[in-house]
């Protein structure tokens, strides 16, 4: 079992993997619960509250606890409505960034030193394809296939994001199933005339899930990073449409004079990194207590 | 293999750190702004000779050629380097520049200017009406990419010569040494603001007949550009023409820019006193300056000259029922637009912003009202039911914008406010260049913000270009409601050969009802320019036309005044 008792007790017993579960758990919540006790809808601009002294937004208090946005919206709603599109698209790339990496590298790892026909790697081909996609700037790469869609929506932004975001766990898987193809068990399985992608199914990709789910949780701190940079270059989803990088955006020109249109995403974007990475740290020393 | 290093023990400590610094942070430049540096004598202190006014802007000079391809930021630049033959008073009104003065003859037909005399250009000569007609035709040539060439085909021998089958354009007649005249195919009421345009004004012999753009730039302007004084991308700056031909002008010793200069860096060099005007603060920051007693006196507004509306696609459904228009310009609520930027917008209920002389404030235009608009589209086989929100147009409307502070946030307004008549828009974000791509072909957008920046104070600039036929193409159509009316085009053509005045003025407030009633456009607001400038920067007013005129300006700062003072100094 992936998360037995032990790697349970050990999860337990580290702060940091608790405080990073319960900071994920409570945006989760937020995220859901939030459009549904926040006063103001989070589309409705509101003329009669929040308009402050000059035209500027009213601050945090009163009726709008996060203050109100640049056409007096309720910055608290439409963080919460944020956040659902945020993690969703973050969730939604990690797992199919996931499941490209997995794939690339447990079939590069078990292939590794094999060669069809005696001439092509299986292996040596997708890690040198690995190396070259490694090599742009994956933030650069997100925002040139961002830039070049003419319409963006929430599909297109976690495609993109899936589709760039594998590598990394590429890599880790195809080292973690050269170690477990060598063992024992793997080795018995061929000589008893299973076939590759039963042994990959049956028997090495469980062994590897592990670093997977480790190396996923601390992607989707990333993804909600490359998300935010999209929405903050202005190729993300567009308006009316919140989330946490948008808002950033929209809120840059009135750093001084309304701090909380930027303090606001800003820190949630900040706790939503910061609990995902230790969250898939925990999991990790958890997971795999020989590695940490 | 660590992804980040472990920080349990510190974890209290570090999330407490980041939360008060991301807050801390942003609080931390709310402290108070510096105080205006005064300036050296008292406000009634004559002019003093000397000084370097000095600006800036996030954006780039495009060219300074006045016959070149010029934008917003050029024309000041390029407006105190050359010198027209008539220009504009503080007022708006047309006057005698380097014309001495002008006549009106063959019913509107022949426009015939006298030079002053003696006017010396930057490199030393001096102007005469050769200067003019090769100014002219270099502009007009057609290799020349001057965005304003059309508007002068109405001079005679136009066709011929940007056709190539003409050395010299026919038109325009030097008939002395300091006398030329224009004569037209027929009668044009707006000749004389045409001539106040950059593209044809005087330029030094060595500008040739033809646009090259490695020349450097001369005219007869207060400011000449000295060698080296263009860094493209980076800096301009002029210095004063000696030999300018009004005595005593211009006061600064030279003009300087520095571009791509962001404006939160813009704000805080003004305030440390390295810029003497900004222009381009964001609206947090202006309301931020003006709710400081010290600032208030301080800036500077100029009059609506950008106005901005909803362009409908006349061509497309649902806009091309008239009604479904009528409903969309009535459920506009322009007040509360305008609240996003109070210091710089106005509600625009009309074709004609209100920097214009023919602006009748009292004519009502397109008005919020949504009962109205209710009934509009219950007239256009639409009926939509606020209470229930059934009914109103079956399908997304889509509504094609770039993704700028401004225009995103009063797309997302009248996303709000058709809401309620059941129209339901769909806001695509596209990049700039794609924007005005799809604005301005036929059927590839159902709608769009338009905005338009007169191009002289008049009428026909927005009737001409926005709404009439003549200005429908398959591509980069100015008028982007595709809108074909024939009544305003008769309209159009008979204002412009109209010279009396109050027959122009009347077929205009016709023009002007038309297009609200028709509503191609669904007018929304009008923005202005605001400028803010420390108080020793001196004679430099809001101008009606140019978005900054700094041949008056003077420096009044303590330490930058040449010894050469006008006046004594003190009056």
């Known amino acids: 079992m992936l998360f037995d008792a032990r790697a349970r007790a050990r999860f337990a017993k580290n702060r940091s993997a608790v405080a990073g579960a319960a900071i994920v758990g409570a945006l989760l919540a937020f995220s859901v619960v939030g459009p549904w006790v926040a006063r103001h809808d989070p589309f409705e601009s509101d003329f009669a509250h929040g308009v402050g002294p000059n035209g500027m937004p009213v601050g945090p208090g009163g009726g709008f606890p996060l203050g109100a946005d640049r056409i007096f919206r309720d910055v608290f709603a439409r963080l919460a409505v944020g956040g659902r599109l945020s993690l969703l698209i973050a969730v939604s790339a990690t797992l199919l960034a996931s499941a490209i990496g997995a794939a690339v590298g447990i079939v590069a790892g078990y292939t590794e030193g094999r060669r069809v026909a005696r001439v092509v790697s299986v292996d040596g081909v997708l890690m040198r394809f690995v190396d070259v996609m490694l090599a742009f700037p994956f933030l650069l790469l997100v925002m040139a296939i961002g830039a070049a869609l003419e319409h963006t929506s929430a599909i297109t932004i976690f495609t993109t994001l899936g589709v760039t975001g594998w590598l990394g766990i590429a890599r880790v898987l195809r080292a973690k199933t050269m ?76 750093l001084a004079a309304a701090p909380w249109l930027v303090a606001a995403p800003a820190v949630t974007i900040l706790l939503a990194v910061w609990g995902f990475n230790m969250l898939g740290e925990g999991l990790r020393d958890a997971l795999d207590p020989g590695d940490a | 293999m660590r992804w980040i290093p472990a920080t349990r023990d510190t974890l209290p400590l570090v999330l407490a750190a980041a939360g008060v610094a991301l807050f801390a942070a942003p609080l931390g430049c709310q402290t108070g702004l510096a105080a205006p540096i005064a300036a050296e004598h008292d406000e009634d202190a004559a002019p003093v000779r000397g000084g370097t006014l000095r600006l800036a802007s996030f954006g780039d000079v495009r060219g300074l050629d006045p016959a070149g391809p010029i934008d917003g930021l050029s024309m000041g630049p390029v407006h105190l380097m050359f010198a027209g033959l008539v220009d504009y008073d503080p007022q708006g009104h047309v006057v005698p520049d380097l014309a001495d003065h002008w006549d009106v003859a063959d019913d509107g037909r022949t426009y015939r200017f006298v030079l002053r005399h003696g006017v010396t250009m930057h490199d030393g000569s001096e102007l005469t009406a050769d200067d003019v007609k090769r100014s002219v035709e270099r502009a007009l040539q057609p290799t ?428």
């Open chain 2, 144 to 571: 020349t990419p001057d965005l304003f060439a059309s508007y002068f085909a109405g001079i005679a021998g136009y066709a011929a010569f940007t056709g190539g089958k003409a050395e010299h354009l026919a038109g325009v007649v030097v008939e002395g040494r300091d006398v030329v005249s224009f004569h037209l195919d027929k009668p044009n009421a707006t000749f004389l603001f045409l001539v106040a345009l950059h593209s044809t004004r005087p330029t030094c012999k060595s500008a040739g007949s033809k646009y090259d753009d490695t020349w450097l730039p001369c005219g007869a302007g207060p400011f000449r550009l000295p060698p080296g004084g263009w860094q493209r991308g980076t800096s301009l700056r002029l210095v004063r023409h000696d030999a300018y031909f009004q005595p005593g002008l211009p006061y600064l010793d030279a003009v300087e820019w520095t571009y791509n200069m962001q404006a939160l860096a813009q704000r805080l060099r003004f305030e440390h006193g390295d810029l003497d005007v900004v222009r381009e603060l964001t609206h947090a920051e202006t309301a931020r300056f003006m709710a400081d007693a010290r600032w208030r006196p301080f800036g500077v507004v100029q009059a609506d000259v950008n106005m901005y509306g909803e362009s409908m696609n006349t061509r497309m459904p649902p806009f091309d029922n008239v009604e479904i228009r009528r409903a969309v310009a009535a459920a506009i609520d322009r007040g509360q637009f305008a609240r996003i930027q109070p210091m710089t917008m106005t509600p625009l209920t009309q074709a004609l912003p209100s920097s214009l002389p023919d602006y009748d404030p009292s004519f009502e235009g397109q008005r919020y009202d949504l009962e109205a608009a209710l009934e509009h589209m219950r007239k256009a086989g639409y009926p939509f039911d606020p209470a229930t929100g059934k009914g109103g147009w079956p399908e997304p409307v889509e509504y094609t914008m770039y993704d700028q502070g401004l225009v995103s946030y009063s797309a997302q307004l009248l996303q709000q406010d058709l809401a309620r008549i059941g129209l339901r828009l769909r806001l695509k974000l596209v990049s700039y260049p794609a924007f005005l791509a799809l604005q301005e072909r036929a059927g590839a957008s159902q709608m769009s913000q338009g905005n338009w920046m007169l191009d002289y104070p008049d009428p026909s600039s927005v009737f001409d270009e926005l709404f009439g036929s003549g200005a429908i193409k398959p591509e980069g159509s100015v008028n982007t409601a595709f809108y074909r009316n024939a009544r305003l085009d008769e309209i159009i053509e008979g204002a412009h050969g109209e010279m009396d005045a109050g027959k122009r003025r009347a077929l205009y407030r016709e023009a002007n009802a038309i297009v609200c009633d028709e509503a191609p456009w669904a007018f929304t607001y009008g923005v202005h320019f605001f400028q803010l400038q420390q108080p020793y920067v001196r004679g430099l007013v809001a101008h009606p036309v140019w978005p900054i005129d700094v041949s008056r300006a003077w420096v009044d700062r303590a330490g930058t005044a040449a010894a050469g003072a006008l006046g004594g100094g003190r009056r």
């Open chain 1, 179 to 254: 170690q477990v193809r060598a063992l024992d068990y793997v080795l018995a399985s061929r000589a008893l005339g299973q076939s590759a992608g039963r042994i990959l199914l049956r028997h090495v990709l469980p062994n590897v899930a592990g670093p997977l789910v480790v190396s996923a949780t601390v992607l989707v701190a990333q993804m909600i990073v490359a998300d935010s940079v999209l929405s903050y270059l202005g190729v993300g989803i567009a308006p009316p449409t919140p989330t946490w990088g948008r808002m950033l955006f929209e809120g840059q020109d009135y």
